[in-house]
């Protein structure tokens, strides 16, 4: 019996537009404001303009909605990499991207630094 790749997934997809800041690891081009398609807990689809590859890291920086984790919303830092690349028609870019997360970091209470903060850390401290 063949089982189609959608239905290969460990984790459902869930069809949200959500702010996303994407950014290139070990690259120069500068981070992109996006808007998902769709999203899980194992990963995330958007529309973009920047030249990615199969195989590329990434971090997108979310608030992930409660409907995924079944926990208030918080703001998650994931780092990842491209799955899927494939033409997209939106307004937002020209690339359907699919990232896979390899990991992540979560803020969940006010007395831990937000996931942002060290979005904003990580890209002032240069890299090797």
């Known amino acids: 019996m063949n089982i189609a790749l959608s239905d290969r997934r460990v984790s459902p997809r869930h ?3 959500l702010p996303l800041r994407v950014r290139i690891l070990k690259s120069a081009i500068a981070e992109q404001r ?3 398609e769709n999203l899980s807990g194992g990963g995330i689809y958007f529309p973009t303009n920047s030249p990615l590859r199969v195989g590329t890291a990434v971090q997108v920086l979310l608030k992930m ?3 995924i984790t079944g926990e208030p919303t918080n703001e998650w830092l994931c780092s ?3 799955v899927r690349i ?3 028609d939106s307004p937002r870019g020209k690339l ?3 990232v896979q997360f390899d990991c992540y970091e979560v803020s969940r209470r ?3 630094p937000s996931a942002s903060r060290h979005w904003q850390q990580r ?3 240069p890299h090797s």
Do not use: I, L, Y
């Open 15 to 17: 069809n949200f537009k």
């Open 65 to 67: 909605p409660e409907e």
């Open 96 to 98: 359907g991207v699919g």
């Open 34 to 36: 996006t808007e998902s």
């Open 123 to 125: 890209r002032q401290t």
């Open 80 to 82: 990842g990499h491209v």
């Open 110 to 112: 006010p007395e831990r």
């Open 86 to 88: 494939e033409a997209s």
